[in-house]
């Protein structure tokens, strides 16, 4: 069965540290893979997704098809940054499902 | 305003009542989606739609059914709530064409006593 895993529930870490919230999926084609972020009192949204290359509010995505992973990274957290992180594929072209990860709560301390 | 409404927010309710969780777009999209979320746990699609008339279940299996007989409403509906169906439900709507993201609306908190 198609699965994502991201195995921290939670991640704390100081202001300035790096971060590195990890996902992995399992899926023998190749999935299109986002991340989505949930602020406090704050709706679900779109983070960023990994074909487009980009890096928003400092976090960057890479896929990594041998080790099928996407994980989330940045290389110094803000405290603004504290939220749960989701990490979904989508596994086919032809649909716009999306299989969404248990999610990571990162907590930054100032 | 572009934007994903569902009402109500939060809804307590007793056991065998029949409910209807809103969601309303004008966004202009055409695919919609129902989430089921249990606190700390993954989301869960329960339902989709690509346009009027189109339903589908998702890969949860849930008792709600849905209807779509305007582009912009996704109804969902218990005919009888169980306290098994207590979770959040987030709706959600993409557009058509690329690699669309999905919105998401504020979720509603369902509590069955």
């Known amino acids: 069965a198609q699965r994502v895993t991201q195995p921290e529930k939670l991640l704390s870490v100081f202001k300035g540290a790096p971060v590195e919230l990890k996902c992995n999926y399992s899926y023998s084609g190749s999935p299109e893979l986002f991340w989505y972020v949930q602020y406090s009192r704050q709706r679900l949204q779109l983070l960023l997704r990994?074909?487009s290359r980009e890096s928003i509010k400092g976090f960057t995505a890479d896929l990594n098809k041998g080790e099928t992973s996407f994980h989330l990274k940045k290389p110094f957290a803000q405290e603004e940054d504290s939220a749960m992180y989701y990490c979904?594929?989508?596994?086919?072209?032809?649909?716009?499902?999306?299989?969404f990860g248990t999610g990571t709560r990162l907590q930054v301390f100032p | 305003e572009a934007d994903i409404y569902q009402t109500p927010r939060y809804l307590v309710i007793g056991t065998g009542k029949k409910i209807t969780l809103e969601c309303s777009q004008t966004m202009g999209h055409d695919k919609m989606y129902w989430y089921q979320q249990d606190p700390g746990m993954e989301l869960h699609l329960i339902h989709y739609s690509y346009g009027v008339n189109s339903t589908e279940k998702g890969d949860l299996s849930s008792e709600s059914t849905v209807s779509r007989i305007r582009t912009e409403h996704f109804p969902l509906t218990l005919e009888s709530a169980r306290p098994s169906h207590t979770s959040q439900y987030l709706c959600?709507?993409?557009?058509?064409?690329?690699?669309?993201?999905?919105?998401f609306g504020p979720g509603t908190r369902l509590t069955v006593l």
């Open positions: 959600a709507s993409s557009g058509t064409g690329g690699l669309n993201e999905q919105f």
């Open positions: 979904a594929p989508r596994l086919s072209y032809n649909t716009d499902k999306l299989i």
């Open positions: 990994h074909i």
